[in-house]
């Protein structure tokens, strides 16, 4: 539609230059994320574009992808880059709880998309299921944080923070945690951080999440559940994912998510801290794990 615009539009000459440009321009995908400094804080990673950001990684081609949401078979899982080797890690705090339970393992719904391609107002998305595995780490010398090599930078700092935020919100102490995640395809930006900290929170309580559920929405050291971006493209990978339910922060307006949302049986829950995203997903109160 956009094309046949431009061509309809392109009257004037020095114009027509401009809109031959625009027919020539190869297919690009922009990197998802953005890295925001603030002072006294750890790096902001977001995937929209905010002033003073500068964008993360450069310009990439892709292949339309044909949605499904069937995962492809995961990677053995592999030792993640240490936390210390990501610039401003999180705390690691100590929690009030270390008793010895039984592994856990749950699916994690998760939602990704391609940046806008050129010539084009949508971008590719898709949805696929990562399989997340919670177990206790005896000698006390973690967390052990696991995933595969589908797991790209971004992600991988947005999972290490999850740890750390699940873990304290739920009083669990996280040097005996073991979190391992298998991803069926590569991953990259933070916008999956919240369902991540939601998974490890809910295998901590034994809350199953619900099967009607996607979310969005990156997951800060201070438990807030922020901003992301292409939302309405991340609702249609929600839909392959036969959801019909999708958490988002509030951070943005998203008025015209409702109405998208209606036209695609999916109801749209704004959240903004990490205890709201947590009973959204499971239907739970987040509490502390108890004391045996």
Request: aromatic fraction near 6%.
């Amino acid at each position: 539609m956009y094309p046949t615009i431009l061509k309809h539009t392109c009257i004037v000459p020095f114009i027509f230059n401009l809109c031959a440009m625009a027919y020539a321009l190869p297919d690009l995908v922009r990197a998802e994320t953005w890295i925001c400094s603030r002072t006294g804080q750890p790096d902001l990673y977001t995937d929209r574009s905010v002033p003073g950001c500068k964008q993360l990684g450069e310009a990439k081609t892709y292949s339309p992808l044909e949605i499904s949401p069937v995962p492809h078979s995961p990677q053995p899982a592999i030792p993640l880059p240490p936390i210390s080797s990501i610039a401003n890690p999180p705390l690691q705090l100590q929690g009030r709880k270390s008793s010895p339970f039984s592994e856990v393992s749950l699916p994690l719904p998760l939602l990704s998309v391609g940046q806008d391609k050129a010539g084009s107002i949508t971008g590719a998305w898709t949805g696929f299921v990562a399989h997340l595995t919670v177990g206790y780490k005896a000698d006390g010398k973690g967390p052990e944080i696991l995933g595969d090599s589908n797991l790209l930078p971004a992600s991988i700092r947005s999972f290490h923070t999850a740890v750390a935020v699940a873990a304290k919100a739920v009083g669990y102490d996280p040097r005996y945690l073991s979190v391992r995640i298998l991803v069926p395809a590569r991953l990259d930006g933070p916008s999956v951080g919240g369902i991540f900290a939601v998974g490890i929170a809910a295998a901590l309580l034994g809350d199953p999440i619900r099967q009607d559920v996607c979310m969005s929405g990156t997951i800060e050291p201070d438990a807030e559940i922020q901003a992301v971006g292409r939302l309405v493209d991340k609702m249609s990978a929600c839909r392959d994912l036969r959801k019909t339910t999708m958490i988002v922060p509030d951070a943005l307006d998203n008025s015209h998510l409702n109405f998208t949302g209606a036209e695609r049986s999916i109801q749209v829950i704004e959240v903004h801290t990490f205890a709201e995203a947590y009973s959204a997903a499971t239907g739970q109160i987040l509490r502390q794990v108890p004391i045996n």
